[in-house]
């Protein structure tokens, strides 16, 4: 029997794949867009919600895309970036998520006049502002950023430069994210020779647009500590469970994949949830976890993927538990605090009923 969205909303989630600009509310769009003056295709929030989803529903790259002109448009002054990641922390911890990364490309909120600085401070303000929040109304939260570089930019290691600034002050890792196809990772190597010579956690979108070199560039040149989407590593994957080198040796090194279901549907992954490779990929063991990627765009939360691949699947609560901790020990915190987390999640698993 699957387990009901109202359970899996009582569990402690780990989102490590969560973008900021794919997340806002609705009527937050509205409000920001008048104050500047952007036009929106509906001044209705409830039906923007409808017209975000069905836009990125659509098949179409170009209204997908666009879909992001428009919450970027209202993130461009430190006002703005503050309140779009307190409000982040907050829809978060209402879905019981205990831990949540927030990934988001500084570069594409500049056209206000913020430095590079100054919008990264903003997003720690207002991650700090959601966090004091949510343990004032006893919903504790710790919520950390990824920033990112877009991959079909010019290289440059500005951004993973910010990042090790200020690993001790809320950014936890970096990312590139953007199209892949044409653009592979090893654009980025400078890069992440910089973050591997500051020792310094990241992850790479790969295997979610492209198939497996992209995914070998991430891994085997780039040395990513997570892959974003990973999800075409069911490509290397012969019919009868026999591994191929690449994914045997990603299992092997038990480096964490950051599923992001109803995402995947949307980009033509799979026609439903019970034919996305997750299946198979967690029944062979794999690090699996599970993320929303863009919950504005896909109209989700993370109680929701979960509960709709515990329909698809038949997962039960042991099941969930096991991608929250592969979660919980792929979050990008020092060892003693990625203990605590794990131990977090095990506990508000046991209050659910869960027993070993």
Known sequence: MAVPIEICRSLPKV????????GLRPATIVEEARLIGHRL???DPEALGEWFYAAADSGSLVRYLETFDHTIAVMQTAAQLHRVAAEFVEDQAADGVVHAEARWA??????????????????????????ATCAAAGRPIVAKQILTSMRHGVPTTRIAELAVAYRYDSVCGFDIAGAEDGYPPSRFAEAFDYLKRHNFEFTIHAGEAFGLPSIWEAVQLCNASRLGHGVRLADDIAADGTLGELAGYIRDRRIPLELCPSSNLQTGIAGTIAEHPFGLLAALKFRVTVSCDN???SRTTLSREFALLSEAFGYELADLRRFSVNAAKSAFLPFDERLILIDQVKAGFAAAGFTA
């Open 15 to 22: 989102a490590l794949h969560d973008h900021l600009d794919g």
């Open 41 to 43: 295709p509906t001044d």
């Open 106 to 131: 500084p570069e594409q909120h500049l056209t206000a006049g913020l430095s590079l600085v100054e919008a990264v401070e903003a997003v720690r303000d207002g991650l700090a502002e959601g966090m």
């Open 295 to 297: 919950r504005l765009m």
